[in-house]
């Protein structure tokens, strides 16, 4: 694997953490009535939209368990529309974000070389 990929899955992996602590134990309303919250979420989800975008097809496809397709309809609605409908930044944060780091922390004890920042 690449350096490359290594920090990208880093970045999502961090990111996917950011998410998991701003919106532990939120409820829905709480979340929408928080603008500060909601304009971090949304940059960490671009951020993990768009390094999924730059992780190579050979990564993506040894590490199938995750949604990559869910991460780039995020990213394409993030580029036509500027940003979600409720239900799915709701569904992003509640389901997509747990599910990836999931699995992230399956594939660093199983293939720690995906993970690897030197050559």
Known sequence: MTIVSGALLKIIEESCESILTLTEEV??????????????VMHQIRTIADSASNLSFDIKNKMAEIDWAGWHFLQNQLAVTGGFERDALWFSIKSLVPATIMWLRVFRKSTPEFFAMTP
């Open 27 to 40: 409820e829905p309303e709480e979340f929408f009535n928080s603008r500060i919250t909601q304009q971090e």
